[in-house]
């Protein structure tokens, strides 16, 4: 009876593994083996215990860490990061407190935001510091950076 117990349990963590994103339960399952063949030996309900216990401990502190690693969701790079550093020249004056701004780079023309809340006006060079959403943060480009660019 204990075994089919047992194994109900390493199935329902099993099933739980497939059906989530990520190593939640597999742990339990592998400490839910080693209890169905604790109880396929004939040992009593303790010593069930303490293996699922114990196995399923070892099983996350080994596995854990190595699945931690693999699994992580990684920064994907885009096409859109290569404006990161650009500079391009402002063909709409951008206006912060107006939520209003335009930025050619390289071609396309992007909505920008200020670093800082000074307006910057149309024809200015400006340097891309990032992206937030689908717009740009700019700051202006100086005839000093100019010259090191």
């Not at 109880?39 to 196995?55: D, R, Y």
């Not at 200020?114 to 005839?143: D, N, Y």
Request: no cysteine; hydrophobic share 55%; net charge neutral.
């Amino acid at each position: 009876m204990e075994a089919i117990i047992w194994l109900g349990v390493m199935i329902l963590f099993a099933v739980g593994e497939a059906v989530t994103v990520g190593l939640t339960s597999i742990w339990f399952a592998v400490g839910a083996l080693g209890a169905l063949i604790t109880a396929g030996l004939g040992l009593g309900f303790w010593p069930q215990i303490t293996v699922f216990i114990i196995l399923s401990g070892v099983t996350l502190a080994l596995v854990r860490p190595l699945a931690k690693k693999l699994l992580r969701p990684g920064y994907s790079a885009t096409n859109a990061d290569r404006v990161i550093g650009t500079v391009g020249v402002v063909t709409q004056a951008v206006n912060n407190l107006a939520g209003e701004g335009l930025v050619n780079l390289a071609g396309q023309v992007w909505s920008a935001r200020s670093k800082t809340e000074e307006v910057i006006p149309a024809g200015q060079e400006v340097r891309v510091l990032h992206i937030q959403g689908v717009k740009v943060i700019v700051e202006p480009v100086t005839a000093d950076q100019t010259k090191a660019v």
